[in-house]
């Protein structure tokens, strides 16, 4: 049942890009934290998708057909995308003079998050939107299956 795996992989993109946007309201709302568990300042974290490969490419695909093989046999997944992990910002922390903050150096300066309101809000964007188009591929996969049912009728 193809439209399953087009389900399936439209289903891991609306996976994927909530999580993405869990990670921006999380990075938003630590923009200002100077004290972690682990100590120091907040980090910027960033998700780090991966195609998820399950079915031969067009070629492949072609080749084990001319040699009587079933294409795309003995995958369990249709594909799709997946979190391959979070990974903390390497960019350098901000420092900000505040002598009066508790979390101040001897030298008067705070260490800031990496956090930049742009690229958040800009991250935040593109998942929305990316969010959006899996919604209009969900879409349009809902209305062929429902004229291929009007075909039956």
Known sequence: ???LSSMNIIGS???AQQLRLDIVSENVTNS???RTE???AYR???VVFESVAGRDTFRAAMARAAEGLTPNSGYATAGGVRVAQIVEDPSPLKLVYDPTHPDANEDGYVELPNVDMVKEMTDAMAATQAYSANVTAFN???T???KGL???K
């Open 1 to 3: 049942m193809s439209f």
């Open 13 to 15: 993109g609306l996976t």
């Open 32 to 34: 200002t934290t100077t």
């Open 38 to 40: 682990a100590g120091g």
């Open 44 to 46: 910027r974290k960033m």
């Open 140 to 142: 349009a996969l809902k």
């Open 144 to 146: 062929v299956l429902a």
């Open 150 to 152: 009007e075909i039956g």
